[in-house]
């Protein structure tokens, strides 16, 4: 049957990206250092993309979905990157590019009585691979549900002080750490961790933790900066972080590059 992507373009325009999007599929996201059995099941929306040189009319879309098929549904970095390669190799382009974001779901037990529950963080990760330089990048990007607590409301209340519910979003290039890792990293940085489980003596551990700990929007971008340089001092990162205010109609937000620290 006549083939009418591989037709030529006479118009010589190239196409920077061209692919598919919103394919959902069933997946086991394997984090770094985790071990099979304890990966949980989700959901992943993916996108697929190619260079498409400036005389070919088309690429072959269906064997995007065909590709992701043939890896199967037990994935981690590695086998993303190793998917990129392949598209290229399919498609006969020398630009590919993936893109798929999914919930992360792990067990949490609760920093007192230790009953476990399960709860998730969002995880983006992007792939290309660039067959003229031979390089591949992968960017890993973590969106953590955190606790704050207002150092002003505390400082200025004669008793109280104002918390919320916030995000602390690490965006890694060439990743070192683990997911695992970057949610104690957000952890870490907060007035407070927040769980799936919490009894009486939970709650009251988590609600003194944070009253002890406020942090504005801006520490908490600060001291997630600190703790990913110690972990490693090369990392490319962004880090983000919102406050859902409680007793504003507004949200906080702030943000810090790798690039503006010394």
Same mark, same amino acid.
């Given at each position: 049957?006549q ?7 006479q ?6 990206k061209v692919?598919?999007t919103?394919v959902n599929y069933p997946i086991?996201?394997?984090d ?6 304890s ?6 929306n993916?996108s697929f993309?190619?260079?498409?040189p400036a005389?070919?009319?088309g690429?072959h879309? *269906?064997?995007?979905?065909?590709v ?5 549904s037990?994935?981690?970095?590695q086998?993303?990157?190793q998917?990129?390669e392949?598209?290229?190799?399919r498609l006969?382009s020398s630009?590919?590019y993936?893109k798929t974001?999914f919930?992360?779901?792990?067990e949490?037990?609760?920093?007192i009585?230790?009953?476990?529950g399960?709860?998730?963080v969002?995880v ?6 660039n067959? /003229?330089?031979?390089?591949n990048?992968?960017?890993?990007q973590?969106?953590? #549900?955190i606790?704050?607590?207002c #150092? ?15 995000f602390?979003?690490?965006?890694l290039?060439?990743?070192?750490? *683990?997911i ?10 907060? *007035?407070?961790?927040v769980?799936?489980?919490l ?7 988590v609600?003194?933790k944070?009253?002890?700990?406020p ?5 908490l971008?600060r001291e997630?900066a600190i703790h990913l340089?110690?972990k490693?001092?090369?990392?490319k ?5 919102e /406050?859902?205010?409680?007793i504003h109609?507004?949200?906080?937000w702030?943000?810090v590059m790798s690039?503006?620290?010394?």
């Amino acid at each position: 049957m006549q083939d009418t992507q591989a037709t030529p373009d006479q118009r010589m325009v190239k196409i920077a990206k061209v692919g598919i999007t919103e394919v959902n599929y069933p997946i086991l996201f394997e984090d770094l250092n985790q071990t099979t059995q304890s990966v949980l099941p989700s959901t992943a929306n993916f996108s697929f993309f190619v260079e498409l040189p400036a005389h070919k009319k088309g690429t072959h879309m *269906s064997r995007f979905p065909s590709v992701l098929y043939e890896f199967g549904s037990h994935l981690n970095l590695q086998k993303l990157e190793q998917m990129a390669e392949e598209i290229n190799n399919r498609l006969e382009s020398s630009k590919a590019y993936i893109k798929t974001s999914f919930q992360y779901f792990y067990e949490k037990e609760a920093p007192i009585s230790k009953i476990k529950g399960i709860t998730n963080v969002d995880v983006t990760v992007e792939v290309s691979s660039n067959l /003229n330089t031979k390089m591949n990048e992968i960017i890993l990007q973590v969106k953590v #549900p955190i606790k704050s607590l207002c #150092p002003c409301s505390k400082a200025i209340s004669e008793y109280g002080a104002h918390s919320q519910r916030s995000f602390i979003t690490l965006k890694l290039w060439q990743p070192t750490l *683990s997911i695992h890792d970057c949610i104690d990293i957000a952890e870490l940085s907060a *007035s407070s961790a927040v769980y799936p489980i919490l009894k009486r003596v939970d709650e009251k551990f988590v609600t003194e933790k944070a009253y002890n700990t406020p942090r504005f929007v801006e520490d908490l971008v600060r001291e997630a900066a600190i703790h990913l340089k110690e972990k490693d001092n090369k990392l490319k990162f962004e880090i983000t972080a919102e /406050n859902f205010e409680s007793i504003h109609n507004h949200n906080a937000w702030a943000q810090v590059m790798s690039e503006d620290l010394f």
